[in-house]
């Protein structure tokens, strides 16, 4: 597929433009933001039909938890939005009329639109298991999903979880802190085998045990079973295990949330066909965030990301487009992520996968108590880093932005990587013997680079 | 909560039940003797005929004998004042002392076996409950449940502590002689430490540092393998138990003024008035000493390791008040507001106060070198005041008793005057701040909800911006329970410190303002 040739203007730019977002995720939000900043007149309305405000979806699991409320999962208050005359519609979006302009709402009057923005997010995969609608199945995506997930669990003696990526993780986790013993079915050998290389897997592995996860490797899901009262009571495995269980988490990846658009005149695959400026086949309708599938990718990226920055990053770079004569391209930096393990943070930086071949090469360093970690994914012979992994600790991000996008070598990060250190006053640091251990491996005697400077009493504080 | 743990926790709840019932124990009983020993030589007479029918007569309470007390004292002092007899009106409050006297009985006779039994058992029992928590588990923040906990989500529990410490905090600061059964307990102590028998006040010390050190252990746990948290807690402990609790009773066993040397004026804020200028400059070279201490402090200490690493140094490192809020005040923090509204009463309140008690002292200062002739004695008005609304009514009943409803450091947020002058060298000129981490942010919320003093971290960090607030204590929990790594707090160079307009790192397409 190419991308469309571009057709005209951008977009509809008179004054008061109706433009309507469908989607109060990150990507719809920001979106909607950051056009307020640049067009004090357009009318902007945001239909949802999951929560009346925007929430942080990262923050699900903790709501389970206990840790927050719902309330404090809001990243903006609830004046925020009239103040900023971002008009909120909560309501769902039935079918869209893109010859008309219109949007038919299940509860309240059809809205029309100059400029549409679709932000759709992702639902749950489902393979069709057998035994994949009875009570106590459940996938985790939405806020609804986690109200019944808090319903389904009340009275759970045993539970199991499906899917060895970060939301199973997080289930596995969620459960856990109610005390609800947990079987969790990895079909891999390894957990997050397709993006972890295999020792930060293991390290993650050790600590999910050490949590007491009852950790399935290898193992696939087969078919789940009924109690007789359309529950369910069991999992069976491909190796025709029966695991006795009340709840059971599927996590098996996301998929785009296009059941909307599917059948008409917009262009779609797996998501919302869109070229580099988000713009659809059909003029004045753009799509953004987890729905939204480059027609090109991005160089080193994925067709489809459905992560939390790059929904941002979307919602950044088209309210520009919306707003300024020349549209720009969407231009992601070095690419990086997070994510937490139970208690142990994950930090990535450039592209780090999770195997791979000559002249590619890596360096790897592990801590003595198995809990922290870092790695160097570079080309072996000009030592041009390709990107890292850390576990365990934290690293500064604008430093390893600076270093992928100058193209640094592995030697230059390391003999200065006490400048990357982001973790708390008073840690343990490991700069020292992750250079070390590289002089080590690769028979290098590197210096770390001058002292980082001292003020005053400053040594008590570093 | 595995059954020893219980265990700690029952006997803790039997020993704070004991501790709560003594104060209806013991029996009272004023001779004669006692009363003239214990008041003034001119009241003596008066109060021996007013008292006359109290003399002798046994109280099965201390409730019983201070009603009876203060009754016919305030029958007295309306006569007086309705016959326009001023000085003969009697301002000298003598009732705890009284009660004291007349304590007899079983309080008076088991004051160490009572103290082991209540205070004793009862941190034994909670350190019992505290020590075994999270043992076996990996290092690592857990903030499970508490949302669903009715003592740290104001449920009944929370609640019912909250109403339970204010009355205490009354009754401590207005009406001492109710009490006067628990200040008995601690006598032994006090007599070991400063050779005076104790007052409500060395009792309220106690007490104090004792909730410091234990829940302090709470907080190692809870906090396990996070040396900021363990360093800064440990820190509290260390300046709690000496320079507020032990340092100033050796002082006054030593004849000098009871001085705690960590204590800054303005949150000292009566450092300057005349009564407490004159006990120390009457101290001799000790006192003078004292003296120009705490002046160091204000001008130079404040400012100059403010710079440095901002009014941590001093809110969660040294301070008593904060002591009390980073420990027995952790499992509330969450409570405290975030909305902007709050902020905005926040820095009128605050700093209104800072100016306020300015105003006082520099007029106190102004009348003494006036010789009185100024104000005569009216700023004794303005320092009665003072104590009363902001010295004892804010920073000590609503600054703990609230705790379970509004928050662990309300008095720290909205009503300190040091807290404000902190804040604003910390916010004006300062190398601290909390750096964000680029563009990692996923606005998740965790750090705005376990900020204790309201700030709405998460709103910089999703922007990418440094977080430099004048209320910051730099606790560091914002940090900790970060999950994605994203705040550091820092004392870094003072440029950059301050980003208006931030982009978030990641997106080359366009530097995005926000
Ligand atoms: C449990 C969980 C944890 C995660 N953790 C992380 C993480 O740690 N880091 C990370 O980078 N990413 C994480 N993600 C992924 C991240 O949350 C998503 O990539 C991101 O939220 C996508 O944002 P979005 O704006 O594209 O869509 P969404 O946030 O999904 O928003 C789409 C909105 O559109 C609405 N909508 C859809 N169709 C209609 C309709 N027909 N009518 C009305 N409204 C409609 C939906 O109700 C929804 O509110 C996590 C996801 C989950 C589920
Ligand atoms: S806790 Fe961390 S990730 Fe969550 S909102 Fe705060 S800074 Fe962002």
């Known amino acids: ?462 | 909560m595995n059954a020893i743990q219980k265990l700690g926790l029952g006997v803790f709840l039997l020993a704070l039940l004991l501790f709560n019932a003594l104060l209806f124990m013991g029996r009272f009983e004023l001779t004669v003797q006692e009363l003239e020993q214990s008041v003034k030589q001119e009241h003596v007479e008066v109060l021996r005929q007013e008292l006359q029918p109290m003399l002798g007569k046994t109280y099965t309470s201390s409730f019983g004998f201070a009603t009876d007390f203060n009754r016919y004292l305030d029958n007295y002092n309306e006569e007086q004042q309705r016959s326009q007899q001023w000085d003969r009106v009697i301002w000298d409050d003598y009732a705890f002392a009284l009660a004291r006297v007349a304590s007899q009985g079983f309080v008076e006779n088991n004051k160490l076996l009572l103290l082991f039994l209540t205070v004793i058992l009862g941190a034994a029992g909670a350190l019992v409950n505290i020590l075994p928590k999270y043992r076996g588990e990996p290092a690592g923040i857990k903030n499970n449940g508490i949302m669903f906990s009715s003592n740290k989500a104001r449920g009944v529990v929370g609640i019912t502590i909250g109403v339970y410490l204010t009355a205490i905090y009354v009754l401590l600061y207005w009406y001492p002689e109710y009490l006067v059964n628990w200040a008995l307990l601690v006598d032994p102590l006090s007599y070991a430490l400063s050779g005076g028998p104790a007052s409500q006040w060395f009792l309220y010390g106690t007490i104090y540092t004792l909730a410091i050190l234990v829940m302090g252990v709470r907080m190692f746990r809870k906090y396990k393998g996070n040396n900021y948290q363990l360093l800064r807690t440990a820190s509290v402990m260390f300046f709690q138990l000496s320079f507020a609790f032990l340092i100033p009773e050796v002082l006054v066993l030593l004849n000098l003024p009871w001085y705690d040397l960590k204590n800054i004026w303005p949150l000292d804020y009566d450092f300057f008035f005349e009564y407490s200028v004159a006990s120390m400059l009457g101290s001799g070279s000790i006192g003078l000493f004292l003296f120009i201490w705490g002046i160091l402090l204000i001008i130079l200490a404040v400012p100059l390791f403010t710079y440095f690493y901002g009014k941590r140094w001093y809110c969660s490192w040294v301070c008593g008040c904060g002591g009390l809020a980073e420990t027995a005040g952790d499992p509330y923090r969450h409570l405290s507001d975030k909305s902007l509204k709050a902020w905005k009463v926040e820095r009128w309140m605050v700093h209104g106060i800072l100016v306020i008690i300015t105003v006082i002292t520099l007029l106190t200062i102004a009348n003494f070198f006036t010789e009185f002739a100024l104000l005569k004695q009216s700023t004794d008005m303005l320092h009665q005041w003072y104590g009363f609304l902001i010295g004892s009514a804010f920073a000590g009943v609503i600054g703990v008793g609230f705790y379970p409803l509004m928050g662990n450091r309300v008095w720290c947020r909205f009503g300190c005057p040091l807290a404000a002058y902190l804040g604003l060298v910390q916010r004006f000129k300062s190398r601290f701040r909390i750096t964000t981490n680029g563009g990692q942010c996923i606005s998740c919320g965790n750090c705005s909800t376990y900020c204790e003093m309201g700030i709405d971290v998460r709103w910089y960090a999703q922007r990418g911006q440094n977080i430099v607030r004048s209320s910051c204590v730099g606790c560091g929990i914002c940090a900790s329970v970060c999950p994605r790594g994203v705040l550091k707090l820092e004392n870094g160079t003072e440029q950059g410190r301050i980003t208006d307009i931030p982009f978030l790192t990641g997106n080359e397409s366009i530097n995005v303002l926000n």
């Not at chain 1, 405000?53 to 999962?73: C, D, E, N, P, Q």
């Not at chain 1, 939405?142 to 009340?154: E, H, V």
């Not at chain 1, 998929?255 to 580099?276: A, C, S, W, Y």
């Open chain 1, 1 to 462: 597929m190419r991308d469309a040739a571009q057709t005209g203007d951008f977009c509809i730019r008179t004054k008061g433009r109706r433009i309507v977002i469908i989607g109060n995720g990150i990507s719809g939000i920001t979106c909607a933001r950051h056009i307020r900043k640049r067009d004090p007149e357009a009318h902007i309305t945001i239909v949802s039909g999951e929560t009346e405000h925007f929430f942080s979806r990262t923050a699900l699991m903790y709501i389970y938890m206990g840790h927050m409320t719902y309330a404090h999962t809001k990243p903006y208050e609830d004046w925020f939005w009239e103040k900023n005359r971002l008009e909120l519609v909560h309501d769902w979006v039935t079918s869209i009329n893109f010859e008309q302009k219109e949007l038919q709402l299940q509860q309240q009057e059809p809205l029309k639109y100059d400029i549409l923005i679709l932000a759709l997010g992702s639902k749950p995969n489902m393979f069709n298991w057998p035994g994949q609608e009875l009570e106590g199945v459940q996938g985790l995506y939405t806020y609804q999903d986690l109200q019944k997930m808090n319903d389904n669990t009340a009275n759970c003696r045993h539970a199991v979880v499906v899917g060895g990526g970060l939301i199973g993780v997080e289930m596995v986790e969620m459960l856990l802190s109610r005390n609800i013993p947990v079987t969790f079915l990895v079909r891999e050998k390894h957990f997050w085998e397709h993006i972890l290389p295999k020792e930060e897997s293991e390290l993650v592995m050790r600590h999910l045990r050490e949590h007491h996860v009852d950790l399935r490797l290898q193992t696939a899901l087969k078919e789940l079973l009924d109690d007789g009262a359309g529950k369910v009571s069991a999992v069976v495995t491909a190796s025709g295990e029966e695991i006795p269980c009340q709840f059971v988490g599927l996590a098996v990846g996301v998929k785009p949330n296009i059941e909307l658009v599917r059948n008409t005149q917009l262009e779609v695959n797996k998501g919302i066909l869109v070229d580099q400026r988000f713009a659809t086949n059909i003029p004045n309708v753009f799509a953004i965030g987890d729905c939204a599938e480059y027609r090109v990718p991005v160089p080193q990226r994925q067709r489809i990301e459905q992560v939390w920055y790059t929904g941002r990053m979307h919602g950044e770079t088209l309210a520009h487009n919306l707003t300024h004569p020349e549209p720009v391209a969407y231009t992601p930096g070095p690419w990086f992520n997070s994510a937490k393990f139970f208690d142990i943070e994950y930090q990535t930086y450039g592209m780090v996968p999770s195997r791979w071949e000559e002249p590619v090469t890596s360096f790897y360093w592990e801590h003595a108590d198995g809990k922290i970690a870092f790695r160097a994914v570079f080309n072996g012979e000009t030592k041009k880093l390709h990107g890292v992994n850390c576990l365990g600790m934290r690293l500064r991000h604008d430093f390893f932005d600076q270093a992928l996008r100058e193209s640094w070598t592995v030697e230059q990060v390391l003999v200065k990587l006490h400048e990357a250190n982001f973790d708390p006053e008073f840690y343990e640091r490991h700069h020292r013997d992750i250079l070390q251990a590289y002089n080590r491996q690769l028979g290098t005697d590197l210096q770390q680079e001058k002292k980082e400077k001292k003020g005053l009493l400053s040594y008590l504080w570093r």
